[in-house]
Nanobody, 120 residues
């Protein structure tokens, strides 16, 4: 089993910043990709940002230039620094981690979600 623990959500005014953290633990051999998604009621979950083991990143168009994803491979942790937040960033943010439990068994795990609310 692989567990993900998210933290850092909350309420912030427009223009403010928040940092989300997600720590993976459990039966982990290696981690390939880590990312953050978000979802609002009635809409599909969308990619916010992703990062692979060797460092390449990708971002959703709506957050480019404002959000930064990073990872600490030694701690199996992924961070999302969110700056210049807008009310439309309000959503539940989910951490996603893809990797291997042992060399031949993969996993694709999701966190429980953390609420981010941006007030205007």
């Amino acid at each position: 089993q692989v567990q993900l623990v998210e933290s850092g959500g909350g309420l912030v005014q427009a223009g403010g910043s928040l940092r989300l953290s997600c720590a993976a633990s459990g039966d982990i051999f290696s981690i390939n990709a880590m990312g953050w998604y978000r979802q609002v009621p009635g809409k599909q979950r969308e990619l916010v940002a992703g990062i692979v083991r060797d460092g390449p990143t990708n971002y959703g168009d709506s957050v480019k230039g404002r959000f930064t994803i990073s990872r600490d491979n030694a701690k199996n942790t992924v961070l999302l620094q969110m700056n210049s937040l807008k009310p439309e960033d309000t959503a539940v943010y989910y951490c996603n981690v893809i990797g291997w439990r042992v060399p031949s068994i993969s996993f694709d795990s999701w966190g429980q979600g953390t609420q981010v609310t941006v007030s205007s």
